[in-house]
């Protein structure tokens, strides 16, 4: 019974049991019969080394292993002593090092532009088919034009990069040209055409030919010829007609420049660089590949350019030689219009395959849109995205920039209308001749409007006189629809800017801003100093000859330097320097030059006002819009309405939105600007030389402001935009009579507007009639 009761209670744990016993006899079985082989005189003494280095995992012992070590007389010691591995700090990780991105992406993903033209061109030439070359050519390219001459004038044309040898023999210049493009421009284009300057080149034809060819084909292409006394195998590429090279083939070459150079002799420099090229990488010149046919011509003596109708010179990529500048500009004018008429008939073409496309459609020929190829309207999904049309006559717009209900029709606005005018007239005339001739009387009506899909377009009311074939003529009302579609969009390319740039806040004062300064530095203080933003704010304290001599007795500017103090205090890391300048007439440009002296010419400058809300959103913007030597910006800040006229009797909101309700962005204020030190003397210095010229122009420094300096005397871009990031509140502020009239008229139109909107206005003035109060 009790034996039964005992294994009851055991059979659970039974499994348990068993299971630990068979894991310790296997154990002791591994312990008695896996051990390691090991030599006396190796591998003992290697185990007893790294027992004895501190720190070396390779010191402990294995699990499942048995140490031996050995005497010196090689007999095993019987008794293991265990050795106590002291511990050490581990090493400290190795500094990774930083990963190298490159400036832009093209770099980083080894995109490449697709052509680099080189023009070999002399001393003699440089000025005169050169510069045709250049006008001809260059704004036609992608890529870049370069110009390779011996010895150069001591005065290069304008706009044309020219490299100088500095060696007048032709083998050798060619060689130089070859290793300049090696060195500098091989990793950058993966096609290289080198033409001499009495060659026409057809760019749009060379586009063309580098666009069907694979970039990774070792090519040496142009119109062969055969060596000089028929010496070697194969044929070289002739300078009179140009040729192309891909960077493949330079790329084989380069190990072997040297060696062409000292080994080969020759006179011409193009059958110079056709053996260079045979010898080592044994690529003959061909003048068709893949379908595509290097075309060139010859002129002959007494070409007639009217009279030259053959199929050879019309598909002609090159034509030589030109003898005269005059000569290359009648061949582009030319071959200009020839591509122009192919360009035509190739619209025709897809639009009469869209048409036919379109007769098997579900909606028949509704299903084509109008222009046939020219994107679809704009379809608005709401009212507020509905497109506003312009109405316009002959003579008005009424729709106007300031406002105003109606405004004389001038500047290019009168140039666009004229020419859709002259476009509607003519095209009317090309559908219905010869059977009317229709001539203009007036516009009766006029609509525009942009569309940003497809371009801006018109609709026209006409009133026109029509004159048949018989001589008969009477009025005609006629309704037109045309579009001017968008162009090819051009990305422009622009210096390369970041946001690391430190901006110099500069902020004059007078005595009258004194009290705006303080809310100024406050707002400030909370934007920048607490998270520590690239940018140092600067003061100038503009006194008048009184208040400068009562500065030690009663200092105007006393509470915002005790705030600066105060805040430098608060904020270690943060100096706030001020400038005093003592003058008569508070000029700002003569503030700034006293500034600019005091700075390095690469400094960024913000030329703020005390109204202005500084933050660090507006000031990347600020970095990344104002470029060094090619553009100045000059925001639009939101300027809040007067709140007595905006929310009329009630409390202005802490933070008002930026809704129209509420204010809007002041495109007559040009207080601030962001701009380098380097470009504001530049035009300076313009400015100066115009101002001693013009005896009467003294008062310049005082009528003008920054963005008339910039505008007249800088070569640079002046940026304008709206910018949501700048703020300021409302305040009544007065005009400087001593401006210019036109700089006068902008704060005064800027002081105006600012008050409120023209509803807000209207409903206060319907409340102060009397009987009209609700």
């Not at 203009?440 to 609709?459: A, W």
């Not at 006194?543 to 600066?564: H, I, M, N, T």
Request: negative net charge; contains cysteine.
């Amino acid at each position: 019974m009790r034996f039964s009761m005992l294994i009851s209670l055991i059979r659970p744990i039974g499994p348990v049991i068993v299971g630990i016993s068979l894991g310790f006899t296997l154990s002791l079985l591994s312990v008695t019969w896996v051990d390691e082989s090991c030599d006396s005189d190796g591998i003992a003494a290697s185990e007893d080394i790294l027992l004895g280095q501190p720190g070396s995992l390779k010191g402990a012992r294995k699990p499942s292993s048995i140490s031996t070590s050995t005497t010196e007389n090689g007999d095993a010691e019987e008794d293991f002593e265990p050795r106590i591995v002291p511990y050490t700090k581990p090493a400290q990780p190795s500094q990774s090092k930083k990963v190298f991105r490159a400036k832009y992406a093209s770099t980083e993903l080894g995109i490449r532009e697709r052509l680099f033209v080189g023009v070999l061109t002399s001393k003699t030439t440089l000025s005169s088919l050169g510069v045709a070359v250049n006008r001809t050519l260059n704004h036609h390219l992608d890529g870049r034009l370069a110009f390779f001459t011996g010895a150069r004038n001591r005065k290069v044309p304008h706009g044309m990069l020219v490299i100088s040898h500095g060696d007048e023999r032709p083998v050798v210049g060619m060689f130089q040209t070859v290793n300049f493009l090696l060195e500098h421009h091989v990793d950058d284009y993966d096609w290289f055409f080198l033409v001499q300057d009495d060659v026409y080149t057809q760019p749009d034809r060379l586009k063309a030919l580098v666009d069907h060819l694979s970039m990774r084909r070792e090519l040496y292409m142009g119109h062969p010829e055969e060596f000089i006394g028929g010496e070697g195998q194969g044929r070289f590429c002739s300078g009179k007609a140009g040729y192309l090279l891909s960077r493949a083939l330079l790329l084989k070459i380069k190990p072997f420049l040297d060696h062409c150079r000292n080994d080969i002799v020759s006179v011409r420099p193009d059958e110079w660089l056709g053996r260079c090229i045979i010898d080592y990488t044994s690529t003959n010149c061909m003048d068709e590949l893949e379908g595509v046919q290097y075309n060139h011509f010859v002129l002959e003596p007494g070409f007639d350019l009217s009279q030259e109708e053959s199929g050879a010179f019309r598909n002609a990529l090159s034509v030589h030689p030109v003898s005269k500048p005059d000569q290359m500009y009648r061949l582009h004018k030319h071959f200009t219009e020839i591509e122009l008429q192919r360009t035509y008939e190739e619209i025709e073409k897809l639009q009469a395959e869209i048409k036919n496309v379109s007769e098997v459609a579900v909606d028949g020929n509704r299903s084509a849109l109008w222009p046939v190829g020219v994107s679809p309207p704009f379809e608005p999904k709401s009212r507020f995205e509905v497109m506003r049309w312009d109405y316009f006559t002959e003579d008005q717009l009424y729709t106007c920039a300031d406002g105003s209900p109606k405004c004389p029709l001038e500047g290019a606005d009168r140039l666009d209308v004229d020419d859709v005018i002259q476009t509607a007239v003519a095209e009317l005339n090309r559908k219905y001749s010869p059977t009317l001739r229709l001539s203009k009387q007036r516009l009766v009506n006029g609509y525009r409007r942009f569309d940003p899909t497809r371009g801006m377009e018109y609709t026209l009311d006409l009133q026109l006189e029509a004159r048949t074939e018989a001589g008969h003529s009477g009025p005609l009302s006629c309704r037109v629809h045309l579009v001017r579609p968008l162009s090819q969009v051009e990305i422009i390319p622009m210096p390369y800017v970041t946001e690391a740039t430190r901006v110099h806040v500069l902020m004059p004062l007078v005595s009258d801003e004194s009290s705006v300064a303080l809310h100024f530095l406050d707002l400030y203080a909370s934007n920048l100093f607490e998270t520590a933003d690239n940018a140092v704010l600067t003061f100038l304290f503009i006194y008048d000859p009184l208040e400068a001599q009562r500065v030690s007795q009663s200092d105007v500017f006393g509470e915002v330097k005790a705030k600066v103090a105060a805040y430098e205090r608060k904020y270690p890391s943060v100096k706030v320097p001020w400038i005093s300048v003592k003058t008569e007439s508070p000029a700002l440009l003569r503030v700034l030059d006293i500034v600019s002296r005091k700075h390095p010419v690469d400094t960024l400058f913000f030329l703020a006002t005390p109204d202005t809300v500084v933050t660090t959103e507006f000031l990347n913007r600020c970095r990344m819009n104002a470029i060094s030597g090619w553009q100045a910006f000059f925001p639009m800040h939101f300027q809040d309405y007067d709140p007595k006229v905006a929310y009329h009797d009630q409390p202005p909101p802490a933070s008002p939105d930026l809704v129209r309700e509420a204010g809007q962005f002041d495109r007559y204020a040009f207080d601030e600007a962001c701009f380098y030190n380097a470009d504001y003397m530049a035009a300076r210095t313009h400015m100066a030389g115009d101002t001693q010229e013009n005896r009467d122009n003294d008062d310049l420094l005082e009528t003008l402001d920054v963005y008339d300096v910039f505008v007249r005397y800088s070569g640079l871009h002046v940026f304008r935009a709206v910018e949501p990031a700048l703020h300021q509140r409302y305040r009544n502020r007065t005009c400087n009579p001593r401006l210019s009239e036109e700089s006068f008229h902008r704060c005064v139109q800027s002081t105006l507007e600012g008050v409120g909107s023209r509803s807000q206005l209207a409903m206060l003035l319907f409340e102060q009639e009397p009987g009209n109060s609700t």
